[in-house]
C-alpha cells in the first residue's frame, strides 16, 4: 500500500475512531484540534501539483522540506560539504533547483570552491568584454550529404529511455524540449507514444537490440526505421556503440520495470531483464559501420546521421577515422560520452573502472578528426556530467560543438539522487513504473523547469562567452580556460592538452610519435 493510500484509509478512519472513543470519553474529542489540520494538510498535498514528494507522501512529504531547511547546519558538521556530494556534489544540484524553479541562482559571499587547491579551473576574461546579445546560438548539423540539416541548441537532453524513466518522465522532458526549442535523445528504448506526443525535437537512438526498428529475431529492420525515421519530430539519427557508464555492456532494463506497453514498443518478451547486445549485429568493423551510416541517412530520407561512444582502445577509433577516409564518407556527428557518465542500471565494475573519461576523450577525439583532416566536416557533441553554463564552455574548448546532460535533465523534473533508478522504487516518479508513484509527477509543471533550467543554463553560457570577449561560441578554444597544476604552476588547456596539426595523420613523414603506433595498429576491415 503506498503512503498515498495509507493516508487515505487514516483520513477516512481516525475521525470515525476518535468520534467513538469520545462518546466513551470525552476529552479524547480534543484529538480534533489536531487531527482536523493534518488531514487538510494531506488533502491540499494529494491535490497540488508543485511538488511529487508532497503528493506521493502526504504529511510526511513536508519533512523533507523540513529537514531541507536545517540542511546547511547538518550538512556542514555531520554529513558532506557543498562540493563533496557524490556523484553530483550539492552546489550542482541547488543550481538545476534552482534555475528550474525561476528561484535566484545568484551566490552571496565568493566562491565555495578551494581555488588554490591544483585542479581548480577558471575562464579568461576580458578587459573587453562583449554584450551577451545572442541568448539562444544555434549549431548547424549535417553535412554534405544530409538533405534535411537540423539547427541544435548548445543544451540538450541525453539519451534517456523510456522503460528506465516513466512515461510522466518523458512527456514531461519533451514538452520541455518543445517550449525551450531544444532536442530529446530517444534512448535505445525506442520511440515511445509520450516521446511524439508534445511534438518536441526527437533524435532518436538506435542501440545494438534496434528496439523500434527490429524484426522477430533482433536484427535491424529497415523498412521500420524508414517509417519511423520519416516522422517530422524525428530530427537525427544517432547510432549507439556504447556509452559511458558501461562500455561493452548492452544496455539494461530491469524485468521490475518491464510492462506490457515497454515489451511491445520494444518487441521484447515480457518476464526478464531487456539486456541489450554488446555489440551490432549490422556491421563488424569501421569500414561496415561507416556504410551503415549512409545507408541510415538514405532511408530516414536525408537527416543527419552519427553514433555514440565512449573511447575505448584508440586504435578502434583510428580504424573508424580511416574508414572514413577510404569511403569518402562522413557521419554528420559523433556523440562522445565520458566514462562518467551515468545510467539507470550498470554493473559496477563497469561503471567504477571501465571507459575513457570524458575530458580526454573528448581531446582524443577532436586531434583524431583534425589530424585526418576532416574537422570541419561533422560536429562533435559532448556528454557526461553537465550542469552548469561552465561545464559547457569547458567541453566547448577542448572541441566539442554542442553538448548533451542527462543527469542536469532529471534534476531539473526534481530528482533527488536517491540512486534507485535500477529498483523500481524512485520516490520521485521519474526513474519508475510504478503508477502510484509516477501520477505524482505533473508533466505541465515539470516542462517548464525543464525549459527553464535550459533557458537559464544557455543564457549564462552567453554570458560566459561574452565576459570572455568573444561574439559566439564557435570562438571558444582550448586558451581559454586555466587550470592549476600545482601551487602557482597554472596553465592554460592549449598548454597543458598537446593539439596536432591539420592532416599530420595522412603522411608518415608527420605522425606524431605517440599517435604513430595506435595509427599502424588500426584497422578499417576489422576491429
Same mark, same amino acid.
Given at each position: 500500500?503506498?503512503?498515498?493510500?495509507?493516508?487515505?484509509?487514516?483520513?477516512?478512519?481516525?475521525?470515525?475512531?476518535?468520534?467513538?472513543?469520545?462518546?466513551?470519553?470525552?476529552?479524547?474529542?480534543?484529538?480534533?484540534?489536531?487531527?482536523?489540520?493534518?488531514?487538510?494538510?494531506?488533502?491540499?498535498?494529494?491535490?497540488?501539483?508543485?511538488?511529487?514528494?508532497?503528493?506521493?507522501?502526504?504529511?510526511?512529504?513536508?519533512?523533507?522540506?523540513?529537514?531541507?531547511?536545517?540542511?546547511?547546519?547538518?550538512?556542514?558538521?555531520?554529513?558532506?560539504?557543498?562540493?563533496?556530494?557524490?556523484?553530483?556534489?550539492?552546489?550542482?544540484?541547488?543550481?538545476?533547483?534552482?534555475?528550474?524553479?525561476?528561484?535566484?541562482?545568484?551566490?552571496?559571499?565568493?566562491?565555495?570552491?578551494?581555488?588554490?587547491?591544483?585542479?581548480?579551473?577558471?575562464?579568461?576574461?576580458?578587459?573587453?568584454?562583449?554584450?551577451?546579445?545572442?541568448?539562444?546560438?544555434?549549431?548547424?548539423?549535417?553535412?554534405?550529404?544530409?538533405?534535411?540539416?537540423?539547427?541544435?541548441?548548445?543544451?540538450?537532453?541525453?539519451?534517456?529511455?523510456?522503460?528506465?524513466?516513466?512515461?510522466?518522465?518523458?512527456?514531461?522532458?519533451?514538452?520541455?524540449?518543445?517550449?525551450?526549442?531544444?532536442?530529446?535523445?530517444?534512448?535505445?528504448?525506442?520511440?515511445?507514444?509520450?516521446?511524439?506526443?508534445?511534438?518536441?525535437?526527437?533524435?532518436?537512438?538506435?542501440?545494438?537490440?534496434?528496439?523500434?526498428?527490429?524484426?522477430?529475431?533482433?536484427?535491424?529492420? !529497415?523498412? %521500420?526505421?524508414? #517509417?519511423? $525515421?520519416?516522422?517530422?519530430? @524525428?530530427? &537525427?539519427?544517432?547510432?549507439?556503440? =556504447?556509452?559511458? *557508464?558501461?562500455?561493452?555492456?548492452?544496455?539494461?532494463?530491469?524485468? !521490475?520495470? %518491464?510492462?506490457? #506497453?515497454? $515489451?511491445?514498443?520494444?518487441? @521484447?518478451? &515480457?518476464?526478464?531483464?531487456?539486456? =541489450?547486445?554488446? *555489440?551490432?549485429?549490422?556491421?563488424?568493423?569501421?569500414?561496415?559501420?561507416?556504410?551503415?551510416?549512409?545507408?541510415?541517412?538514405?532511408?530516414?530520407?536525408?537527416?543527419?546521421?552519427?553514433?555514440?561512444?565512449?573511447?575505448?582502445?584508440?586504435?578502434?577509433?583510428?580504424?573508424?577515422?580511416?574508414?572514413?577516409?577510404?569511403?569518402?564518407?562522413?557521419?554528420?556527428?559523433?556523440?562522445?560520452?565520458?566514462?562518467?557518465?551515468?545510467?539507470?542500471?550498470?554493473?559496477?565494475?563497469?561503471?567504477?573502472?571501465?571507459?575513457?573519461?570524458?575530458?580526454?576523450?573528448?581531446?582524443?577525439?577532436?586531434?583524431?578528426?583534425?589530424?585526418?583532416?576532416?574537422?570541419?566536416?561533422?560536429?562533435?557533441?559532448?556528454?557526461?556530467?553537465?550542469?552548469?553554463?561552465?561545464?559547457?564552455?569547458?567541453?566547448?574548448?577542448?572541441?566539442?560543438?554542442?553538448?548533451?546532460?542527462?543527469?542536469?535533465?532529471?534534476?531539473?523534473?526534481?530528482?533527488?539522487q536517491s540512486r534507485s533508478c535500477n529498483t523500481d522504487q524512485c520516490p520521485t516518479g521519474i526513474a519508475t513504473q510504478n503508477a502510484s508513484r509516477t501520477k505524482g509527477l505533473v508533466v505541465a509543471d515539470k516542462a517548464t523547469r525543464v525549459a527553464n533550467f535550459h533557458e537559464q543554463t544557455v543564457a549564462n553560457l552567453a554570458e560566459l562567452v561574452a565576459a570572455a570577449g568573444l561574439d559566439s561560441i564557435e570562438q571558444l578554444s582550448a586558451k581559454h580556460i586555466n587550470r592549476r597544476v600545482q601551487g602557482t604552476d597554472v596553465k592554460t588547456y592549449a598548454e597543458l592538452y598537446a593539439s596536432i596539426t591539420e592532416g599530420c595523420l595522412l603522411s608518415s613523414d608527420t605522425i606524431p610519435e605517440n599517435w604513430a603506433e595506435?595509427?599502424?595498429?588500426?584497422?578499417?576491415?576489422?576491429?
Amino acid at each position: 500500500m503506498t503512503m498515498r493510500q495509507q493516508f487515505v484509509v487514516f483520513a477516512t478512519a481516525m475521525p470515525f475512531l476518535v468520534l467513538g472513543l469520545g462518546w466513551f470519553w470525552p476529552p479524547v474529542n480534543w484529538l480534533f484540534l489536531f487531527l482536523v489540520p493534518i488531514i487538510a494538510v494531506g488533502v491540499v498535498d494529494m491535490f497540488q501539483t508543485s511538488h511529487t514528494i508532497r503528493r506521493l507522501y502526504p504529511v510526511l512529504g513536508h519533512f523533507r522540506y523540513l529537514l531541507e531547511s536545517v540542511r546547511p547546519e547538518i550538512q556542514q558538521y555531520f554529513v558532506e560539504s557543498e562540493t563533496s556530494g557524490v556523484p553530483i556534489p550539492r552546489e550542482f544540484r541547488t543550481l538545476v533547483y534552482q534555475r528550474a524553479k525561476g528561484a535566484r541562482d545568484t551566490r552571496p559571499f565568493g566562491t565555495i570552491f578551494d581555488v588554490n587547491r591544483p585542479g581548480y579551473e577558471w575562464v579568461n576574461h576580458s578587459l573587453a568584454p562583449r554584450h551577451a546579445a545572442n541568448l539562444h546560438p544555434r549549431v548547424k548539423f549535417g553535412g554534405a550529404e544530409c538533405s534535411k540539416p537540423y539547427m541544435a541548441s548548445p543544451l540538450n537532453i541525453s539519451a534517456m529511455s523510456y522503460g528506465a524513466l516513466s512515461k510522466n518522465a518523458i512527456l514531461a522532458l519533451n514538452k520541455g524540449a518543445k517550449l525551450g526549442g531544444f532536442s530529446h535523445n530517444t534512448g535505445e528504448g525506442s520511440l515511445s507514444p509520450y516521446h511524439l506526443e508534445h511534438g518536441g525535437d526527437i533524435v532518436w537512438q538506435i542501440g545494438t537490440g534496434y528496439f523500434g526498428c527490429r524484426d522477430e529475431n533482433g536484427n535491424f529492420d !529497415a523498412e %521500420l526505421f524508414r #517509417e519511423n $525515421a520519416a516522422r517530422d519530430a @524525428v530530427k &537525427m539519427i544517432e547510432i549507439k556503440l =556504447s556509452q559511458g *557508464a558501461k562500455p561493452g555492456h548492452g544496455g539494461i532494463l530491469p524485468a !521490475a520495470k %518491464l510492462t506490457e #506497453e515497454i $515489451a511491445k514498443i520494444r518487441h @521484447v518478451p &515480457m518476464g526478464a531483464d531487456v539486456v =541489450s547486445p554488446p *555489440a551490432h549485429s549490422s556491421f563488424s568493423n569501421a569500414t561496415e559501420l561507416i556504410q551503415f551510416v549512409r545507408n541510415l541517412r538514405e532511408l530516414s530520407g536525408g537527416k543527419p546521421v552519427g553514433f555514440k561512444l565512449c573511447i575505448g582502445r584508440r586504435d578502434e577509433f583510428l580504424a573508424i577515422c580511416k574508414a572514413m577516409l577510404e569511403g569518402d564518407i562522413y557521419p554528420d556527428f559523433i556523440t562522445v560520452d565520458g566514462g562518467e557518465g551515468g545510467t539507470g542500471a550498470a554493473p559496477t565494475e563497469m561503471t567504477n573502472s571501465v571507459g575513457t573519461p570524458l575530458r580526454d576523450a573528448l581531446i582524443f577525439v577532436n586531434n583524431a578528426l583534425i589530424g585526418i583532416g576532416v574537422r570541419d566536416k561533422l560536429r562533435i557533441i559532448a556528454s557526461g556530467k553537465m550542469f552548469s553554463a561552465f561545464h559547457i564552455l569547458r567541453a566547448m574548448a577542448l572541441g566539442a560543438d554542442t553538448v548533451n546532460s542527462a543527469r542536469g535533465m532529471m534534476l531539473s523534473l526534481g530528482c533527488i539522487q536517491s540512486r534507485s533508478c535500477n529498483t523500481d522504487q524512485c520516490p520521485t516518479g521519474i526513474a519508475t513504473q510504478n503508477a502510484s508513484r509516477t501520477k505524482g509527477l505533473v508533466v505541465a509543471d515539470k516542462a517548464t523547469r525543464v525549459a527553464n533550467f535550459h533557458e537559464q543554463t544557455v543564457a549564462n553560457l552567453a554570458e560566459l562567452v561574452a565576459a570572455a570577449g568573444l561574439d559566439s561560441i564557435e570562438q571558444l578554444s582550448a586558451k581559454h580556460i586555466n587550470r592549476r597544476v600545482q601551487g602557482t604552476d597554472v596553465k592554460t588547456y592549449a598548454e597543458l592538452y598537446a593539439s596536432i596539426t591539420e592532416g599530420c595523420l595522412l603522411s608518415s613523414d608527420t605522425i606524431p610519435e605517440n599517435w604513430a603506433e595506435d595509427w599502424q595498429a588500426a584497422n578499417s576491415g576489422a576491429w
